[in-house]
């Protein structure tokens, strides 16, 4: 077949909406998930969790279990092969957690003591629920409160950021909010469950998986077993959900330790239970904001201190009290970030790690702020725009936060809102509206690509990028399909495979923006090669690009996205029941690659504030160490009939150094989206709500407003 490069040009597929390339797939079910590909003489692993809090396994019945049917190999901290956690990974070392029966330790309720495989997953599952474990019980402490024993200042970068006399302006300040907030454990709750399927082939190990990065994962699974890189093969195609919760975790571990000792694949699902204290979740927070300012609302004094916890294994920070070093300029600028360990599983980065929570605590004090300075809550933050970073005095990359207060506040009605609060009332219920600011760090990291003109005329890109549910895949297809200048569907994009090199995982809203830009050099200078009207080889042409040395160059800068949310709810005096109407978030995060899919994953995140807002909540039991209920009944996340109206939309905003515009959307949906709930719940009893999440009960306790309930329906004149 004679073939050549001609093409028809076409431009503007950015910026389009398009539906997902694989959405036919998925709806139709033509797309397999990790737990769901067929394997020939497949084995199945099941997880046996620890059920105390702290101590040893004192021993495990194998014998029992292992005469049971089907049942293969009982693995435990006697007989599993070495491993060894002590490297440097990707995102530093490992939560020891995956280094899997290296000891009798038990550190906390849910910890993997022992793994039964068996020929089926039902066989598997029997004999590791009658699987008999001993332990030597020794007392636990999971109790989490602001400032309690133990509770200290990690080392680190971020830790601790100071600027000013914080004391002299407070005292100088006219108005001064001083307020502690708390948020719960929060979960992922992915819909696609950690799965993975190990086995070797011809002396290479291959994963099938579901995760944010599979050279990530690779690169882990190499070093936690001493194996060579290349030897070692991570795929994930279709990933269900992942918030943060999909890297290397047990599950991977537990099948290639299962594969290896037994020689044949094996196969690895957790359980919603097992996710509960395995995959990470985000820690419960407190929060103490001291806020001053002047009469006219600018502020003296800024500070936020973060308090958060982690396991005895491991240390990780959910850094709160970052969010507010871009935000807001004030002459004093303290934020600390403390942590206690306590007998509990690691927590890890959940959607938005730290601004999440922060910004509840930051936006709500802001609001309270506003209160006492008797003005509009966007006009004091019309007050505090920062010309400059106010920590760091760094010019911004682009700041269009005010553009989106304005864009949102025409849109949302906000000028014919009556400031004060409790004074609208529809039957039972009280109305009320808030709005809140956000705000999330743009980041880039280096990866490699690879873009082929196949001799057939269309176009094959090559990058370990992962599709977590976001539309990345679709997002590299139209960006490659600019760049080449041919239509969309001359483009395949294949991702998820480690063979194809390195690239970014899926995080910290730094997918698209780090492959997009390695996709971009790749397909331009391919382009560039291909002569008009030349041949191309049956093997076609191939450009790889690798964006390390350019991202070196990059200025420094403070480089951000911002939102404003808007939410408007309703409360029910009777039953304390928190209702939200409408929500809508209007954000400046770069450009919008597909307006079809960014929207989706705005409202997510949005979707997850009023969740986080008003519904999650994983509660530990002080007597055994154990989550109360770790299930989907025990822990609501917000459903259909929870999720009103909510709308999504931005302001242009172009990154000026990413060659397609880009900032990055995965997190900042959800940021400030509790704040704006919980703003508007003040509106709306007069009362202040500064716990998460905002039940029923709580309300009730804590009253409304005088007045508030006697207002007559309609009457708004009436305080
Ligand atoms: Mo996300 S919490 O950056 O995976």
Partial sequence: MTTTTETTTVKGAVGTAHTRVEGRDKVTGAARYAGELPFANLAHGWLVPSTIARGRVRSVEADPALAMPGVLAVLCHGNAPRVDANYEGTLGRPDPVVALFQHDRVPFVGWPVAMVVAETSEQAREAAEALVVHYDQEPHDVEFSAGRPGTYLPEGDGMRVEKGDLDAQLAASAHVVDAEYTTPEEHHISMEPHAATARWDNGRLEIVDSNQGST???????????????????????????????????????AVMASTMLDRPVRVVLTRRQMFSLVGYRSPTTQRVRLGAEPDGRLRAFEHQGQSLSSTVHEFVETSAGYGRPMYAADAHHTTNRVVRLDVPTPTWVRAPGEAPGSFAVESALDE???????????????????????????????????????????????????????????????????????????????????????????????????VGTGARTALTLIAADVLEV??????????????????????SMGTRSWGWAVTAAARELREKLVPGGHIPPDGITVRSDTSAVLGTLSEKERHSFGAQFAEVAVDVATGEVRVRRMLGIFAAGRIVNPLTARSQFIGGMTWGLSMALHEEAVRDRASGALVSPDLAGYHVAAHADVPRIEADWVADPDADDPVGIKGIGEIGIVGAAAAVANAVWHATGVRHRTLPIRPDRVLRAGVLPGATGAVPGDESRA
């Fill in 369 to 467: 702020l506003a209160e006492k300075c008797g003005m509009d809550p966007i006009a004091l933050r019309v007050r505090n725009e920062p010309a400059v970073g106010p920590v760091s005095g760094l010019p911004f990359s682009s700041r269009n936060l005010l553009a989106c207060f304005d864009e949102g506040a025409r849109r949302f009605g906000w000028a014919d809102r009556d400031p004060r609060p409790g004074l609208r009332r529809e039957g039972r219920w009280l109305l009320g509206t808030g709005t809140a600011a956000a705000t999330f760090p743009v980041l880039v990291a280096p990866s490699t690509a690879a873009v082929t003109a196949e001799a057939d005329g269309t176009y094959t890109v090559r990058i370990t990028a992962a599709d």
């Fill in 216 to 254: 990530w994962v690779a690169d882990e699974i190499a070093k936690l077993f001493s194996l060579d890189p290349s030897s070692v093969r991570v795929l994930s195609e279709h990933v269900g959900g992942a918030f943060g919760s999909k890297g290397l975790r047990v599950h991977q571990v537990l």
């Fill in 487 to 508: 239509p969309a569907d001359r483009v395949q994009v294949r991702i998820g495979d480690s063979d194809f090199g390195h690239a970014m995982l899926a995080g910290g």
